[in-house]
């Protein structure tokens, strides 16, 4: 009985230490896991929180959330176009540069970042790279910001002095949404460049027809307009609000000086 006994106790603790020494096995390969998901938690985490800040414009604290992300996955495009974003509006373009270049060059077919790229290449007034891009950007049919990738590309060819292109460029804008007021504006004001004046005056009133508020953009070219046609009433009215209303904007200016130069009736 006594050897009995002892063989039982043996086996259970046997048994025991096996279920022991299974458990801690199984501990230590869940614990790796977990150290795992809680990092790519952490990761994703800081990128929403960095999204989040981008929106509000907290540039500061969406590249301390974004450089975190970057020094644990140093070749997630989406991170490094979102560190450039950063860059871009912090003043330091030399930086956004090479992250947009490094996020393309990893992600060539997300064209939301070559459009920002364009965008950033305009703004420093190098349109005829901006235009490539954009140009391939406009290629991709699934793009869902198309509409705004066309108009951007048309005001590329403009600064070119590539107006029809332009033109071109505007009116694919203008097929795929025909009620667009940026689309309409920017057709009134290729074809007034192109010396088609009446067709220009189609698309302005089209234009003021489903436009919100007017710009300072849209009251230039309708005091250009109203010039053409005559049309003292309306030059005053589109002058009075450009004052008024865009008092310090290049196209108020450019006003003033259009009527220096006695281009306009003096108002």
Not at 106 to 129: C, D, H, I, Q
Not at 177 to 182: I, L, V
Not at 254 to 264: N, P
Request: with cysteine; glycine share 4%; charged share 25%.
């Amino acid at each position: 009985m006594v050897s009995s006994i002892n063989f039982r106790q043996l086996s259970t603790a046997l048994l025991v230490g096996a279920v022991l020494l299974s458990t801690a096995c199984v501990t230590t390969n869940t614990g790796g896991f977990e150290e795992k998901a809680d990092e790519n938690k952490a990761l994703d985490t800081s990128l929403q929180l960095a999204r989040s800040y981008i929106s509000m414009g907290n540039w500061d604290q969406a590249k301390r959330h974004l450089q975190y992300v970057e020094s644990v996955d140093k070749n997630n495009p989406e991170t490094l176009a979102a560190l450039a974003l950063v860059f871009q509006n912090t003043g330091e373009p030399e930086n956004a540069e090479q992250y947009y270049k490094r996020s393309i060059l990893l992600a060539p077919k997300v064209m939301r970042t070559r459009n920002n790229y364009a965008v950033f290449l305009y703004e420093l007034g190098r349109y005829e790279e901006a235009a490539a891009q954009l140009e391939v950007v406009t290629e991709d049919l699934l793009y869902e910001r198309r509409v705004e990738a066309f108009l951007n590309l048309g005001r590329c060819y403009q600064k070119l002095d590539r107006v029809s292109d332009a033109e071109a460029a505007y009116r694919r804008a203008f097929l795929m949404e025909r009620k667009n007021p940026a689309a309409l504006l920017a057709l009134a004001d290729v074809t007034f460049e192109l010396g088609r004046f009446a067709e220009a005056q189609r698309y302005f009133d089209a234009y003021q027809s489903f436009a919100a508020s007017p710009t300072a953009e849209s009251l230039w070219i309708g005091i250009r307009l109203a010039d053409k046609f005559d049309d003292k009433d309306a030059h005053a009215s589109f002058a009075l609000a450009l004052k008024n209303l865009f008092p310090k904007s290049e196209e108020y200016l450019l006003y003033k000086s259009y009527i220096k130069r006695g281009d306009g009736s003096s108002r």
